[in-house]
């Protein structure tokens, strides 16, 4: 049997706002692209809910997820946020903030954005969008990827089929339901 976020997030003070409104839900608007990897990427061998209890850290110290402010860091930068409190201080996971907002910067060049680059990508299997996303950014790998894509709408899984919040994705028709 499945474990399922829907199992346990309804009605929790930090799972349950985000399962409700945000989890699964598409996702196109680049900062939102941004913080959704950022935040994947910095949960790698921690919790989720740490991650939610620091989102308005990360929030604050990555400028709202300007992509552009975020691509522009340095050395002063990059000690900021590593002094940080608020964020995960894992130099690793910095530095791959840092990169991967140089690389959105490059998917504007080469497909018009961070959402076009994942549509012209979609559909595709999770190993192949694994071996994109490790090809493409920095500090990727299968769980992060494939969290990043059902988090965003573009992989299944994120409900469960009788959970109140799939029939309202649904709706909205995400990439992942739509025919190829």
């Known amino acids: 049997m499945t474990d399922y976020y829907c199992d346990f ?3 929790h003070p930090l799972h349950g706002p985000y399962h409700d409104r945000e989890y699964g839900f598409p996702a196109a608007d680049e900062s939102v692209l941004f913080e959704r990897l950022i935040l994947e990427i910095n949960q790698a061998g921690l919790s989720w809910e740490l991650m939610l209890k620091k989102r308005a850290g990360f929030r604050v110290a990555f400028e709202d997820y ?5 691509a522009a860091y340095g050395a002063a930068e990059r000690a900021r946020l590593l002094a940080d409190a608020g964020i995960i201080r894992n130099r690793l996971k910095v530095d791959a903030a840092i990169e991967n907002a140089r690389r959105i910067q490059a ?4 497909h018009g954005g961070f959402a076009a680059w994942l549509e012209a990508h979609h559909p595709r299997p999770k190993d192949d969008w694994v071996k994109l996303f490790k090809k493409t950014f920095k500090f990727t790998g299968r769980e992060i990827t494939g969290e990043f894509l059902m988090s965003t709408g573009f992989l299944p899984g994120a409900h469960r089929e009788d959970c ?4 309202r994705i649904a709706a909205l028709e995400p ?3 739509q025919a190829p």
């Open 9 to 11: 997030a309804p009605g």
């Open 164 to 167: 109140p919040v799939y029939v």
């Open 66 to 70: 300007d992509v552009d402010r975020v």
């Open 175 to 177: 990439p992942w339901m």
């Open 107 to 110: 998917l504007r060049r080469s």
